[in-house]
């Protein structure tokens, strides 16, 4: 048995979210094959081969896959798991924006139902997800040749270092041409990418305007070398862009510390943080649902309390 990572990279580094997907590969048993599809993405696959647990990294490098077009990954994928002759009989990538546009297209040509976002492996055919916005597990069984699982990163620790997996050259399907790239607008920021950060301060509508959210939040979080998060109603009155949002239709989120401002606690927003190490609620409505899930809350008008916290740490 067999079981193929799609990493998620950048050509250069890997990223975060496949080094959590390792490890729930690990959990089925099987050798560990990491494919990773790119362009000029030699560092990147020499990053993998050094990953604990990992068998193999096979590595289709071609311009065709400069953008990794998921349309382009996804039959780059299909094709291997066809050319394994049945060895392959797991697919995992993680349930990030990359995975999520990447496995259903790889699903619907093999054939095979999805499983998505697993928080944990009870066998190699079952599998424990969340439904209703987290409030309850499922334990899925399935009975398809090819398992094909997105991963909730935030329920497996990341994989380490201490492996010598070989890196094998396979054939790079062409180019589709279904879709074509024409450009890229990125978010830099000098603070720590969201999905990954230890510590986030996140606002709510409590926030008032975008202007409260950066002049009460930023000091906070750049004291606390945090990232910024955000509700979905924070996200829709345009407050802060759209990738700080955190919740069931933005990001998941597990970090050690999470400070919640302003924040009612929809339950949306808590499906996506509520697996949090430490919650701090910061809100001035003591019926507020985030008081439930928080370790520590402070019923207080937040533009008092959280200068006076900034001016503590």
């Not at 490098?61 to 400069?66: G, I, K, L, Q």
């Not at 720590?192 to 002049?215: C, D, F, H, Q, T």
């Amino acid at each position: 048995m067999t079981v193929l990572v799609i990493a998620e990279h950048d050509n250069a580094t890997l990223k975060g979210a496949t080094l959590n997907t390792v490890t729930a590969a690990g959990r089925l048993g099987g050798d560990i094959a990491l494919l990773l599809v790119g362009s000029g993405a030699g560092a990147a696959a020499e990053a993998a081969a050094k990953l604990a647990g990992v068998a193999k990294v096979l590595l289709a490098d071609s311009v065709a896959f400069a953008d990794q077009s998921a349309e382009n990954v996804a039959a780059q994928v299909v094709s291997v798991v066809s050319a394994s002759g049945g060895s392959i009989t797991h697919v995992l990538a993680p349930a990030t924006t990359f995975g999520k546009n990447v496995l259903p297209r790889v699903a619907a040509l093999l054939d095979v139902a999805q499983i998505s976002e697993i928080v944990a492996i009870e066998s190699a055919d079952t599998f424990v997800r969340p439904i209703y916005a987290g409030n309850a597990l499922a334990t899925v069984k399935s009975a398809d040749p090819v398992k094909v699982i997105t991963v909730r990163t935030t329920a497996f620790e990341a994989a380490g270092e201490g492996g010598s997996a070989a890196v094998e050259q396979i054939a790079p399907v062409a180019d589709s041409g279904l879709s074509k790239l024409l450009g890229r607008e990125l978010t830099k920021s000098a603070r720590p990418e969201l999905g990954a950060a230890k510590i986030i301060v996140s606002g709510g509508r409590g926030m008032g305007s975008g202007e409260n959210y950066r002049a009460v939040l930023e000091p906070l979080a750049d004291k606390l070398g945090a990232a910024l998060g955000a509700s979905r109603a924070a996200v829709d009155a345009g407050y802060v862009p759209n990738d700080y949002q955190v919740g069931q239709t933005g990001k998941i989120v597990a970090p050690q510390l999470y400070v919640a401002v302003g924040i009612s606690g929809a339950i949306q927003h808590l499906a996506g943080m509520k697996d949090s190490k430490v919650i701090v609620a910061i809100n001035k409505d003591p019926e507020a649902p985030i008081f439930q899930v928080a370790d520590y809350g402070l019923v207080a008008d937040l533009f008092e309390a959280v200068p006076q916290l900034t001016a503590s740490v």
